[in-house]
């Protein structure tokens, strides 16, 4: 949760319009349902002239692995809204896990750390996430008064029944289970602080400096028992799994300072490599299935300085990678530090309060934005999971008295006059993220498109493929989107779209027929738009995006020189294109059988027909060898014609040596970083 939360953020997804009158519809079985008056089909204008055209071809050679799904981390607004009367939290459960709502299948539950019941209240409401200790009165302040009294050290006991208090957090614990009695089954456990007793500072929300860490140096095996025992007792008693536990969140930021808004705690590199250590260890010991997820850093960026310096070991303890993208920059590098080393990763966390000009239920552009947030995080992470940080936001912190932004995708009072009689807001991000949790459901697979405002998702079972396509401009887009890809287009085939504007909310529209292997519409301005097109599926492999008879350059993005042989006829540099030098073509041949995104491939030189190969560092061209590993390749794009490679062996990336521009510049390999040296531009030969 980004520390929004005064300068940073408390995570808050955007903001909600209320739709009166409005009753959930149901389509067929085969169907997601969507939004209200399913039964009002509206014609899309295809008629008018001087529109812009854009041509979209989707990929299903590119496979994502199986979706997950989506959801939200619950904490604060699950702390407050927990506790409010039935009629209301189950209609705010109903519109995030149900499949008339958004049809959320993930929740993230909060294991609160807890401030001292002596602590002045200080934090955002909700923010103070009850603990699952207690502390016996004898180490209390005698007769309830703290003067001259100081609080005895080390007085938990994770052994002593005595010293937990499991009717804690009733209140999230109530939305742990309408979630999962909605059909919710994918849960995740994660930790914000230890409990104030564990902490340096004696406060949940960090240290007095920023910067330092606040577990206490001989605090890691109890910290790791207290998360462990609550994952356990929670399972058993409530009968829900948990696949992981991400003990840390947002380790590495300066955000989280004494008494701040919110829990929260500093981890360096090291010390967050010691705790998921101990919370492995003590998963073990308790025989737990759950496997450990991290670090959830803030951005792609802080997520790959923690990685880079993590062992093998704490690597290897490690069963899924977390990853926010509050900042976006270094997407692509996550990427592949989940492919080199085979984990899967979520994009665990994220909201945005910008766009528009501040709080309004009704303004598109906060939806705008947050589907282009959508739409390049998975596009360009490859995510398994996309979790909203706090789905349901506090209305009266968001108004122009306040933060004046949109963050949530509802908007509630958090501290109502009348708890039984709370107006519900949905805003424009709400229904947008109904154009994805929607349609593209978990199992289905995220396929490539050349078009960065489209994502597009297989559905093999049903033989279908969505495709979003986000407008953001304000002017109406004609697209054609090309589905030559597929080895099978029915004549039957057609689309069917739900759009979500300004004055739609996820509104089907009337079918469109396929004509000619191609979807061919007019999109609103300032709209998201889910086409579910029926009858396509499987690969044509004679139309792809890379195909195995062809010939290419590979060109260093950083210097536009592009992949060549050195004097010595083995070592790889880089050169200066030129079109008739056989020694710059390559092919790209597939050694595995499958599509997905993590087939391996062998570069072959053309002119000698031996295969670009890793020795010590340096790439080389060597004699082909199927059993080499050193010569297989993964690749990893996202639809725009650049590649990376990365090499099966070590798990590092084709790199030009010093991000260099020179003439025989040598290119070897390198831990993944989103430079552009490691980024390649894949083009057939001679164009």
């Given at each position: 949760?980004?520390?929004?939360?005064?300068?940073?953020?408390?995570?808050?997804?955007?903001?909600?319009?209320?739709?009166?009158?409005?009753?959930?519809?149901?389509?067929?079985?085969?169907?997601?349902?969507?939004?209200?008056?399913?039964?009002?089909?509206?014609?899309?204008?295809?008629?008018?002239?001087?529109?812009?055209?854009?041509?979209?071809?989707?990929?299903?050679?590119?496979?994502?692995?199986?979706?997950?799904?989506?959801?939200?981390?619950?904490?604060?607004?699950?702390?407050?809204?927990?506790?409010?009367?039935?009629?209301?939290?189950?209609?705010?459960?109903?519109?995030?896990?149900?499949?008339?709502?958004?049809?959320?299948?993930?929740?993230?539950?909060?294991?609160?750390?807890?401030?001292?019941?002596?602590?002045?209240?200080?934090?955002?409401?909700?923010?103070?996430?009850?603990?699952?200790?207690?502390?016996?009165?004898?180490?209390?302040?005698?007769?309830?008064?703290?003067?001259?009294?100081?609080e005895q050290k080390n007085w938990w006991n994770p052994e002593t029944p005595e010293h937990w208090n499991w009717s804690a957090d009733a209140n999230q614990r109530w939305w742990l289970q309408a979630a999962k009695g909605r059909g919710a089954d994918t849960f995740e456990a994660f930790s914000n602080s230890a409990p104030y007793f564990m902490t340096q500072s004696g406060y949940v929300s960090g240290n007095w400096n920023p910067w330092d860490?606040?577990?206490?140096?001989?605090?890691?095996?109890?910290?790791?028992?207290?998360?462990?025992?609550?994952?356990?007792?929670?399972?058993?008693?409530?009968?829900?799994?948990?696949?992981?536990?991400?003990?840390?969140?947002?380790?590495?930021?300066?955000?989280?300072?004494?008494?701040?808004?919110?829990?929260?705690?500093?981890?360096?590199?090291?010390?967050?490599?010691?705790?998921?250590?101990?919370?492995?260890?003590?998963?073990?010991?308790?025989?737990?299935?759950?496997?450990?997820?991290?670090?959830?850093?803030?951005?792609?960026?802080?997520?790959?300085?923690?990685?880079?310096?993590?062992?093998?070991?704490?690597?290897?303890?490690?069963?899924?990678?977390?990853?926010?993208?509050?900042?976006?920059?270094?997407?692509?590098?996550?990427?592949?530090?989940?492919?080199?080393?085979?984990?899967?990763?979520?994009?665990?966390?994220?909201?945005?309060?910008?766009?528009?000009?501040?709080?309004?239920?009704?303004?598109?552009?906060?939806?705008?934005?947050?589907?282009?947030?959508?739409?390049?995080?998975?596009?360009?992470?490859?995510?398994?999971?996309?979790?909203?940080?706090?789905?349901?936001?506090?209305?009266?912190?968001?108004?122009?008295?306040?933060?004046?932004?949109?963050?949530?995708?509802?908007?509630?009072?958090?501290?109502?006059?009348?708890?039984?009689?709370?107006?519900?807001?949905?805003?424009?991000?709400?229904?947008?993220?109904?154009?994805?949790?929607?349609?593209?459901?978990?199992?289905?697979?995220?396929?490539?498109?050349?078009?960065?405002?489209?994502?597009?998702?297989?559905?093999?079972?049903?033989?279908?493929?969505?495709?979003?396509?986000?407008?953001?401009?304000?002017?109406?887009?004609?697209?054609?989107?090309?589905?030559?890809?597929?080895?099978?287009?029915?004549?039957?085939?057609?689309?069917?779209?739900?759009?979500?504007?300004?004055?739609?909310?996820?509104?089907?529209?009337?079918?469109?027929?396929?004509?000619?292997?191609?979807?061919?519409?007019?999109?609103?301005?300032?709209?998201?738009?889910?086409?579910?097109?029926?009858?396509?599926?499987?690969?044509?492999?004679?139309?792809?995006?890379?195909?195995?008879?062809?010939?290419?350059?590979?060109?260093?993005?950083?210097?536009?020189?592009?992949?060549?042989?050195?004097?010595?006829?083995?070592?790889?540099?880089?050169?200066?294109?030129?079109?008739?030098?056989?020694?710059?073509?390559?092919?790209?041949?597939?050694?595995?059988?499958?599509?997905?995104?993590?087939?391996?491939?062998?570069?072959?030189?053309?002119?000698?027909?031996?295969?670009?190969?890793?020795?010590?560092?340096?790439?080389?061209?060597?004699?082909?060898?199927?059993?080499?590993?050193?010569?297989?390749?993964?690749?990893s794009t996202y639809g725009n014609q650049e590649y990376t490679f990365i090499n099966a062996q070590s798990e590092n990336l084709l790199d030009v040596s010093g991000e260099s521009k020179e003439e025989d510049a040598p290119v070897g390999v390198w831990k993944p970083n989103a430079g552009s040296n490691q980024v390649w531009k894949v083009v057939k030969a001679g164009i």
């Amino acid at each position: 949760m980004v520390l929004r939360k005064s300068k940073k953020v408390d995570k808050k997804l955007i903001t909600c319009s209320l739709v009166t009158g409005l009753a959930f519809g149901v389509l067929a079985p085969t169907t997601s349902k969507v939004f209200a008056n399913d039964e009002t089909v509206n014609k899309v204008n295809i008629t008018q002239e001087n529109i812009t055209q854009e041509k979209i071809k989707l990929d299903p050679s590119y496979q994502h692995a199986p979706f997950d799904g989506w959801g939200t981390a619950l904490a604060w607004f699950a702390n407050i809204t927990g506790g409010w009367p039935d009629n209301i939290k189950n209609e705010l459960a109903d519109a995030l896990y149900s499949e008339s709502g958004l049809n959320f299948n993930i929740a993230r539950y909060n294991i609160g750390g807890g401030d001292s019941s002596e602590t002045i209240p200080y934090m955002r409401k909700g923010g103070a996430v009850p603990g699952y200790w207690n502390r016996p009165a004898e180490y209390g302040p005698p007769n309830g008064s703290t003067e001259n009294w100081t609080e005895q050290k080390n007085w938990w006991n994770p052994e002593t029944p005595e010293h937990w208090n499991w009717s804690a957090d009733a209140n999230q614990r109530w939305w742990l289970q309408a979630a999962k009695g909605r059909g919710a089954d994918t849960f995740e456990a994660f930790s914000n602080s230890a409990p104030y007793f564990m902490t340096q500072s004696g406060y949940v929300s960090g240290n007095w400096n920023p910067w330092d860490d606040n577990l206490k140096p001989d605090q890691y095996e109890n910290f790791a028992s207290y998360l462990t025992t609550v994952v356990g007792h929670l399972q058993q008693d409530m009968d829900i799994e948990f696949k992981t536990l991400s003990p840390i969140n947002e380790p590495n930021t300066g955000f989280w300072k004494a008494k701040g808004k919110q829990e929260g705690s500093n981890w360096s590199p090291a010390s967050q490599a010691k705790i998921i250590n101990e919370v492995k260890k003590q998963l073990d010991e308790k025989r737990l299935s759950t496997s450990v997820s991290g670090m959830d850093e803030t951005s792609p960026g802080h997520f790959r300085h923690d990685w880079d310096q993590y062992d093998s070991a704490i690597r290897n303890n490690i069963g899924r990678l977390n990853v926010h993208t509050y900042n976006t920059g270094d997407r692509i590098a996550v990427r592949d530090i989940a492919k080199g080393t085979g984990k899967p990763l979520w994009m665990s966390e994220n909201d945005l309060g910008h766009g528009g000009d501040g709080q309004n239920h009704e303004d598109i552009r906060p939806g705008l934005a947050l589907s282009e947030r959508i739409q390049a995080d998975i596009q360009q992470l490859e995510p398994k999971a996309w979790v909203a940080w706090q789905a349901i936001e506090d209305e009266v912190n968001m108004d122009p008295q306040h933060e004046n932004s949109n963050w949530g995708l509802m908007q509630v009072d958090f501290a109502p006059k009348d708890p039984s009689n709370v107006k519900i807001n949905k805003n424009k991000k709400y229904y947008t993220m109904g154009n994805y949790s929607k349609f593209i459901r978990p199992g289905d697979q995220v396929i490539n498109s050349n078009n960065q405002n489209t994502l597009a998702a297989i559905d093999s079972k049903n033989n279908s493929v969505v495709v979003v396509y986000t407008n953001s401009s304000s002017e109406e887009k004609s697209i054609n989107v090309d589905l030559s890809g597929f080895e099978s287009v029915n004549e039957t085939s057609a689309a069917t779209p739900y759009v979500t504007s300004a004055v739609d909310n996820v509104q089907k529209k009337e079918e469109i027929k396929i004509s000619d292997k191609t979807l061919s519409t007019v999109v609103q301005p300032q709209s998201i738009t889910t086409f579910v097109i029926s009858g396509v599926s499987g690969v044509n492999k004679n139309n792809i995006f890379l195909n195995t008879h062809d010939k290419y350059t590979i060109s260093s993005v950083n210097s536009g020189k592009v992949l060549d042989k050195g004097l010595d006829g083995k070592s790889i540099v880089q050169k200066t294109y030129d079109r008739d030098k056989e020694s710059q073509q390559w092919s790209i041949q597939k050694v595995t059988n499958g599509y997905s995104t993590k087939e391996y491939y062998k570069i072959v030189d053309t002119a000698s027909g031996n295969v670009l190969g890793v020795e010590n560092g340096s790439a080389v061209v060597q004699k082909d060898d199927e059993s080499a590993v050193n010569q297989k390749w993964m690749l990893s794009t996202y639809g725009n014609q650049e590649y990376t490679f990365i090499n099966a062996q070590s798990e590092n990336l084709l790199d030009v040596s010093g991000e260099s521009k020179e003439e025989d510049a040598p290119v070897g390999v390198w831990k993944p970083n989103a430079g552009s040296n490691q980024v390649w531009k894949v083009v057939k030969a001679g164009i």
